[in-house]
T-cell receptor, first 114, second 114 residues
Framework: GDSVTQMEGPVTLSEEAFLTINCTYT??????LFWYVQYPGEGLQLLLK?????DKGSNKGFEATYRKETTSFHLEKGSVQVSDSAVYFCALPYYGGSQGNLIFGKGTKLSVKP | KAGVTQTPRYLIKTRGQQVTLSCSPISGHRSVSWYQQTPGQGLQFLFE???????NKGNFPGRFSGRQFSNSRSEMNVSTLELGDSALYLC?????????????FGPGTRLTVL
């Protein structure tokens, strides 16, 4: 079945370091792909998305490119800040039942130290 | 536009009790999905409602139920609470357009079962 696999956390970086969080997926066809972020004590916020192969989603300095040949959607940021400390989730929509639900990876906790 | 709102934000219940959680979607959104988030299992899909009909259901026991009203507001109910039901319950709403699966999440209801 459809699934998402994320790199295990936690990830601890110093401010201004480069960030990569790996995400690979298994799905039928070419679904849209999403990265969500959850700040401490809050719900999830959509960080970026890509709707077709080779699309690059970007937001707040984060980027991810939809690679169908490697079924990947890795999240990157060139220079992280303390305020980026959060849990990041890769997700794809599940079409088996309806349009209404997402399949999430386990999440990767990022801590950025000053 | 106002975001997705969930009430209450925090709940403490004891085993055997039942609980009702409420979710108001973004204005104009007709789809509401519910997710359970726990440290061990991550984010798991509960069910999705669209125009007062349950369209899809995750793999949860019948103690978990929901409904949607004509104004798109949704409630979920958990009966005979167990310790393992302690979790953050997230509600998400989305547009009804078929090709658009982006979901907008509320802040969640933190349920603690003692």
């Amino acid at each position: 079945g459809d699934s998402v696999t994320q790199m295990e956390g936690p990830v601890t970086l110093s401010e201004e370091a480069f960030l990569t969080i790996n995400c690979t997926y298994t799905a039928t066809g070419y679904p849209s792909l999403f990265w969500y972020v959850q700040y401490p004590g809050e719900g999830l916020q959509l960080l970026l998305k890509a709707t077709k192969a080779d699309d690059k989603g970007s937001n707040k300095g984060f980027e991810a490119t939809y690679r169908k040949e490697t079924t990947s959607f890795h999240l990157e940021k060139g220079s992280v800040q303390v305020s980026d400390s959060a849990v990041y989730f890769c997700a794809l929509p599940y079409y088996g039942g309806s349009q209404g639900n997402l399949i999430f990876g386990k999440g990767t906790k990022l801590s950025v130290k000053p | 536009k106002a975001g997705v709102t969930q009430t209450p934000r925090y709940l403490i219940k004891t085993r055997g009790q039942q609980v009702t959680l409420s979710c108001s979607p973004i204005s104009g959104h007709r789809s509401v999905s519910w997710y359970q988030q726990t440290p061990g299992q991550g984010l798991q899909f509960l069910f999705e409602y669209f125009s007062e009909t349950q369209r899809n259901k995750g793999n949860f026991p019948g103690r978990f139920s929901g409904r949607q009203f004509s104004n798109s507001r949704s409630e979920m109910n958990v009966s005979t609470l167990e310790l393992g039901d302690s979790a953050l319950y997230l509600c998400a709403s989305s547009s009804s357009r078929p090709s658009y699966n982006e979901q907008f999440f509320g802040p969640g209801t933190r349920l603690t079962v003692l």
